[in-house]
């Protein structure tokens, strides 16, 4: 394993984390004895495997259902200097309740203290002002803190590139989590600032949320050789000194072992990168054009200003995903959770667009007469059954 300074909290991080959302039983909580052997069989022989490899970071949150209750039956029994255990809480807008919240996770966790708090989902200005009010969030975060039971304070995100930066910019959090990876690169300027702070940077579910990579399309798999499309963005991430750690949401001992591949490129990556870069490129350009690809987000306006809150980015997009690349299911998981996933994936899908007036609100974008067919393909291409986030399941 190959550790990096996690920023201003000086800790010693794993490249990859061992992010918790993924084996536990249920997305809700539920009695202990509810949870079958064979589950917490398998979840303590992830975490003895990601520590078998060098893994020392362990990363949950309180919204991930029984995560902090089985991670509590293994963790104690584990010596504690040598993990680095986090979770992760969304703030209230009642201070009281984020406490609780903690306080709840931290019995099931059963350990005295956690080394890592993150704010869970600072996605909005509201959630922002919750955190850094007077008496907000943050201020009880740093009482815990005081008392011993939190090491450090940061942040996760899945919100806008200007929340992240303001947030970043408050210069009140030692860590981010955030999203970033090869094909969804729009919150760099988050990292840089990050970087200017002396934070950690911790990146948010790469594999999965970064393309479906554990069931790449052949097409990705061939443009990618001769990594797996998993380490090419990997090795992507972490060829970013800037970048600490990437989250690898294992549900089971093996889900390590392709990522492991990565740690070898690590020292010299951009003789094996810069190829597969070009090809990526190439074939992107080639199937939907370069000025489309130089071009097609310059002038899009945020969903809050669009007719029916469309969100004409993300389906932009994920169509230029799907077309250039045959990511058509990963489009259809994200396309189809428009509508659902509240301020964690917002704004709504296309269905509706022909219906509207989109003139307007196109006027400043240089493909204005072409974007109302390219969201109708779109929904063609990848509308189907509603999709919710995994903790609402």
Request: with cysteine.
């Amino acid at each position: 394993m190959k550790y990096r300074r996690f920023g201003r909290t000086e800790l010693e991080m794993p490249v990859f984390s061992c992010g918790g959302m993924r084996y536990q039983y249920k997305w809700k909580d539920v009695p202990s004895w509810q949870i079958p052997r064979n589950n917490q069989r398998n979840l303590e022989a992830t975490i003895n495997r990601s520590l078998e490899v060098g893994i020392n970071h362990i990363e949950t949150a309180r919204g991930y259902g029984t995560s902090e209750m089985q991670l509590g039956k293994v963790l104690p029994k584990l010596p504690r200097e040598k993990l680095i255990i986090q979770t992760k809480v969304s703030p209230k807008e009642d201070p009281k309740e984020f406490r609780q919240k903690f306080n709840q996770s931290l019995k099931f966790l059963q350990l005295d203290y956690v080394d890592l708090v993150g704010l869970h989902g600072i996605n909005t200005e509201q959630i922002l002002d919750y955190c850094v009010r007077p008496g907000g969030c943050l201020e009880e975060a740093r009482k815990l803190q005081e008392q011993g039971k939190v090491r450090f304070i940061g942040f996760s995100t899945h919100g806008p590139t200007d929340i992240i930066k303001k947030t970043i910019e408050t210069d009140e959090f030692d860590y981010v989590n955030l999203h970033w990876y090869y094909i969804n690169q729009v919150n760099w300027s988050a990292i840089e600032a990050a970087k200017k702070h002396d934070m950690g940077v911790f990146i948010i579910s790469p594999s999965d949320k970064g393309g479906k990579l554990y069931d790449p399309p052949k097409k990705l798999v061939e443009l990618c050789k001769p990594l797996s499309p998993m380490v090419f963005n990997d090795l992507f991430c972490l060829s970013h000194p800037e970048v600490h750690t990437l989250s690898l949401g294992a549900a089971r001992p093996t889900d390590f072992d392709e990522h492991l591949k990565t740690l070898s490129l690590l020292d010299d990556p951009q003789p094996i990168l810069k190829p597969i870069l070009a090809k990526l490129e190439e074939e992107s350009i080639k199937v939907l054009g370069e000025d489309w690809v130089n071009t097609w987000d310059q002038g899009l306006p945020d969903y809050e200003e669009i007719p029916g809150n469309i969100n004409i980015k993300t389906i932009l997009w994920l169509r230029n995903l799907a077309l250039a690349y045959d990511m058509t299911e990963y489009g259809k998981m994200r396309y189809n959770l428009l509508g659902n996933g509240g301020h964690w994936f917002p704004g709504k899908n296309a269905e509706n667009a022909k219906q509207l007036d989109l003139s307007s609100c196109l006027s400043r974008s240089p493909h204005q007469k072409k974007i109302p067919d390219y969201l109708a393909e779109a929904h063609e291409l990848l509308g189907g059954q509603s999709v919710q986030r995994l903790s609402q399941n």
